[in-house]
């Protein structure tokens, strides 16, 4: 991993960052936001992970959050403060920070912490096939570049597809994965989605999602002539 460090107190980088180190995950360090916004813009590396601080001189940590979530940069960013108060963690979590570690904290419980994060993100991670696009985490496609409208079902149906690689799902693997349903409701709920998928999503490009006859549907590049 690789993480940047910005906090204003340069022992508190100091100590951060050689601990990280010892612990295999490389570091770069920043005392102020502005310097922050230099290291992301020129570093052609990507972060990891973003370790905050709230107060610092001339921008503060929630100024520097909001900035880089309004220029499109989804990295991870946990504050490291002292503000301990509910209403400023909250402030931060709804700003799109994903974690907010009170200072004093223990060194090994600030790794925890990292580690849990990125493998958050990480089972976040977009689905990309071809030219379709799954952002989890906004829960919002798109095909060639252009927004599919989704209802919430269609967008769990389609994930559910687009996860199997390729193995033919059958209405009852649908109606447990998608519907949580465990039995056989008696109706035609899984192909009127289905159908309503396909509409949407042949819009802009060939059919993805395919029928196998007497089994159930496929996401497929290609047509298989079932």
């Known amino acids: 991993m690789r993480l940047l460090i910005v906090d204003d ?5 100091t100590y951060i960052s050689s601990g990280l180190q010892e612990s295999g995950i490389e570091t ?3 005392a102020d ?5 230099s290291i992301l813009k020129s570093d052609p ?3 990891d992970l973003i370790l905050l601080d709230v107060m610092m001189p001339a921008k503060t940590g929630w100024d520097l959050l909001m900035e880089i979530r309004q220029q499109g940069r989804e ?3 946990i504050f490291v403060t002292a503000r301990d108060s509910v209403e400023e963690r909250v402030k931060g979590l709804r700003l799109g920070a994903d974690d907010y570690v009170i200072k004093p904290f223990a060194f090994n419980e600030l790794v925890a912490r990292i580690e849990a994060v ?3 993100r990480k089972s976040l991670a977009p689905i990309e096939i071809a030219d379709l696009r799954l952002d989890l985490a906004k829960r919002q496609v798109l095909r060639s570049g252009k927004p599919i409208d989704l209802s919430p079902r269609e967008f769990d149906l389609l994930l559910a597809l687009a996860r199997a690689n390729g193995k033919v799902l059958t209405r009852a693997d649908l109606l447990r994965d998608v519907w949580s349903i465990d039995f056989d409701p008696g109706t035609n709920v899984v192909d009127v989605h289905i159908g309503r998928l396909r509409r949407k999503l042949g819009r802009e ?7 196998v006859r007497g089994e159930g549907y496929r996401f497929s590049l290609e047509h298989d002539g079932s």
Request: net charge positive.
């Open 9 to 13: 107190d340069p022992k508190f980088r």
């Open 28 to 30: 770069a360090t920043a």
């Open 33 to 37: 936001g502005e310097a922050a916004l």
């Open 45 to 47: 590396r990507a972060f």
């Open 75 to 77: 990295t991870p960013v």
């Open 118 to 120: 990125i493998r958050r």
């Open 205 to 211: 490009g060939s059919p993805l999602i395919h029928t």
